[in-house]
């Protein structure tokens, strides 16, 4: 009988892991593989797919020059007919391989998954193969799956707000004397400018990272076995180590942080990144502790490098945020993915694959996207996000979009995000209200109308701008059930001053457009 074998996902790549306690080193084993499915259960974008092989590849290097015994996986440039195609096939692969050997392992020991799907096809192969499994909490969270279900217990409605200010009193984040920093608890008002005409001013190109030989090979790999998949590996150069990492938080602090919160809603085409972290990716696969990037960001402001609303502004999306997304995904898990809460029931527009639209705000979103695996978040929630749920697409198709094409997707924060904050698909367990808005409000928080064929104020006839229609036409679509909530009363007015006859038009206009999409 061996030791322990070790189970270590793609995005669980944290030497401190809980998965070592304990670990015994010549007698445990870590376990690892590259396995077809996890690219292809979603059309996945190639830099996704190249970031997490790459990263694997590295950190069981990383062990290795630790003298660990690693099982490694390798995918092969081309498939072949013996190949494992899931984790739950390769793990029974191994574990078969080593019966026949006479050293069965005493025991699977796991990290909570980051997906539904991967935790039930992992424990069905553990019974399997009769192997005792242990599952251990995921500690790279402020949180824990039970202490959100605790929170969420007896509430009528989950906000992250409510969430979001006990988590700053309990780990003491931007807190003076028991009371939060510069005297309120939300800078969000000071936190939704957009640009000048003129544009974004001394624009700091984020730090690179070149691929070295380990990220190359993953490369090549990734070109030839997934050859069609969408995207571009030619400007692949996001961070793969946790050194690595460490740098790219280091260069936010230094050089974004201080414009991110006054600029956080801004857009401005063919400026991907303005002055976002990009850190999410490497938070996802745990290669950056979220409690290193929150003390970095507030000790940026203490430090008075940073405004307090540009530092708040940050924490919030990683102290707040980020652990709601990750409790509301495990509190209504697995029935929260099926769900179509506007009964959208459109397919999603070719265009998302190809960027091939006249409309400027969504080709330079997904021009983007498809070119570096990238958007961030107010291009996601009012630009992709809010045009599929204006269109009525089916809520499962927009999220095995996002799923598919961002390099720091991993389901736990993809699909509330894009289901319930993007789609309004949850019935409101996510958003207060639904996100919806016309062109107008595009053409403010960015240059992308200058030069578009559409007129974002206009709401029917040839210059109508898409937003704009399908805007009007959802609020007639769904006013019963719009009607019901406060937050849409505003909306609701502007509605009932249209005339009957104009609104009848749009939603002539929105239905043929629709009808032209499919």
Not at 1 to 26: C, E, K
Not at 174 to 181: H, R, V, W, Y
Not at 229 to 238: E, I, K, N, R, V
Not at 421 to 441: E, H, I, L, W
């Amino acid at each position: 009988m061996a030791g322990n074998l070790v189970i270590v996902l793609g995005d669980q790549l944290d030497r401190a892991s809980a998965a070592f306690d304990g670990f015994r080193q010549g007698h445990d084993r870590v376990w690892m593989a590259e396995v077809a499915e996890e690219s292809t259960q979603v059309w996945t974008h190639k830099a996704r797919i190249t970031v997490f092989l790459a990263a694997m590849r590295h950190f069981r290097d990383r062990l290795q020059a630790e003298q660990i015994e690693v099982d490694y996986r390798e995918l092969a440039p081309q498939s072949e007919p013996l190949e494992p195609r899931s984790l739950a096939e390769a793990l029974l692969a191994s574990l078969a391989a080593s019966g026949r050997a006479g050293c069965p392992p005493e025991r699977l020991i796991l990290v909570e998954p980051g997906e539904w799907r991967v935790w039930q096809s992992l424990e069905a192969a553990a019974r399997e193969a009769g192997i005792p499994l242990e599952v251990r909490p995921d500690r790279h969270f402020f949180t824990t799956r039970d202490e959100f279900a605790a929170h969420a217990r007896g509430r009528k409605q989950l906000r992250l707000e409510y969430f979001y200010r006990p988590l700053r009193e309990r780990f003491g984040v931007l807190m003076d004397d028991g009371e939060p920093a510069g005297g309120q608890w939300n800078y969000d008002a000071e936190n939704r400018g957009a640009f000048p005409k003129t544009g974004p001013d001394s624009l700091p190109a984020p730090r690179r990272f070149e691929p070295d030989a380990v990220t190359r090979a993953t490369i090549d790999l990734v070109n030839v076995r997934f050859a069609t998949h969408p995207g571009s590996l030619d400007a692949f150069d996001w961070p793969v180590t946790p050194d690595q990492a460490r740098l790219a938080l280091e260069d936010f602090l230094v050089h974004r942080l201080g414009q991110f919160g006054r600029y956080q809603d801004a857009i401005w085409t063919g400026e991907p990144w303005l002055y976002h972290s990009r850190l999410s990716q490497a938070m996802n696969m745990k290669l950056l502790d979220p409690r290193d990037v929150v003390a970095g960001a507030e000790q940026a402001w203490r430090k008075g490098l940073v405004p307090l609303e540009a530092a708040e502004g940050f924490i919030r999306q990683v102290l707040g945020w980020r652990e709601y997304v990750r409790g509301v995904y495990w509190q209504f898990m697995p029935e929260y993915a099926s769900r179509n809460g506007l009964a959208a029931d459109r397919p999603l527009p070719n265009f998302y694959w190809t960027a091939a639209t006249e409309m400027n705000c969504l080709k330079d979103a997904l021009s983007q996207t498809l070119r570096y695996g990238y958007a961030h978040h107010i291009q996601r929630l009012m630009v992709t996000g809010l045009f599929a749920m204006l269109a009525g697409v089916r809520p499962d198709e927009v999220h095995r979009w996002y799923l598919a094409v961002y390099v720091d997707a991993v389901e736990w924060v993809e699909l509330p995000n894009t289901l319930g904050m993007s789609q309004f698909a949850d019935g409101g367990v996510m958003a207060s209200k639904p996100y919806c808005a016309t062109g107008a409000y595009i053409e403010r928080m960015s240059n992308a109308c200058k030069g578009c064929r559409y007129k974002p104020k206009v709401a029917s006839g040839p210059d109508a701008c898409p937003f704009t229609t399908l805007y009007w036409d959802f609020l007639a679509r769904h006013e019963k059930l719009l009607r019901k909530n406060p937050r849409m009363t505003m909306q609701l007015k502007n509605l009932d001053r249209k005339q009957a006859d104009e609104l009848r038009g749009i939603r002539r206009q929105a239905d043929a457009f629709r009808d032209g999409l499919s």
